[in-house]
């Protein structure tokens, strides 16, 4: 059925000119009229917006709970840069040295001899070129220590794994556990109310006394 607003009637308006209400239409006109509608729009959205969230509401089985974690943990997220990193060492281990190239300059005169100056006159330039020979294997044995420290720190990151997901599956345990010992204490304390209410007829029969009732009670 579709509400729709009244704010006012042809029998209000007629009456209301003469600053009279109609008798008939009085009540439509005050619950669908311009107060008290929205409020009733309002409060009935929001049971369909409760309702429909409460239906979209799923329960957590133990792969949602890993999935999620493994893809919002701070820890496993920084922990695997240390993987990334050890990566990127791998490939500057295994670089060759740059060449150097150096240029030296001697005999320039720095000050006035018998008032004669010429300080580029006796200047002479020696340039030189060195580059670093690695020998022994130097760069292949780097590279190799490099892949271990790798190897290394993802046998960490594997272990860090572990540990947090073993933490994560304890305490998910512990929460279903916490769960049906809830549940349990529920049922329990059904089954002693329809224990109660079974002595109270058995009292009113005349079966039970009055010390065997409060007994049970307290």
């Not at 369909?48 to 509401?57: D, K, T, Y």
């Not at 997220?77 to 050890?86: G, M």
Request: charged content about 25%.
């Amino acid at each position: 059925m579709l509400l729709r607003p009244i704010t006012s009637c042809m029998s209000c308006t007629r009456h209301n000119s003469k600053r009279k209400l109609c008798s008939c239409r009085i009540a439509s006109c005050r619950i669908f009229g311009t107060t008290v509608f929205p409020r009733f729009a309002i409060v009935f959205l929001s049971f369909i917006v409760c309702c429909v969230n409460a239906r979209g509401q799923e329960p957590w089985t133990w792969e949602k709970v890993r999935a999620q974690f493994e893809q919002s943990n701070p820890t496993l997220q920084a922990d695997k840069l240390n993987i990334y990193e050890s990566k990127a060492q791998e490939i500057t281990a295994f670089l060759r040295p740059n060449p150097n190239l150096t240029l030296a300059a001697d005999g320039t005169q720095l000050a006035p001899d018998r008032g004669v100056w010429r300080p580029v006159a006796g200047t002479f330039e020696s340039p030189s070129i060195s580059y670093l020979h690695e020998r022994q294997s130097k760069r292949e044995l780097r590279l190799e220590s490099a892949k271990k420290g790798t190897l290394i720190a993802e046998l960490s990151h594997a272990d860090l794994d572990r540990t947090l997901l073993f933490n994560l599956r304890r305490a998910f345990v512990s929460a279903l556990q916490s769960k049906a010992v809830l549940q349990l204490a529920k049922d329990n304390l059904a089954y002693y109310d329809h224990v109660l209410d079974i002595s109270r007829t058995r009292f009113n029969a005349g079966d039970i006394a009055q010390i065997d009732l409060d007994r049970l009670e307290l």
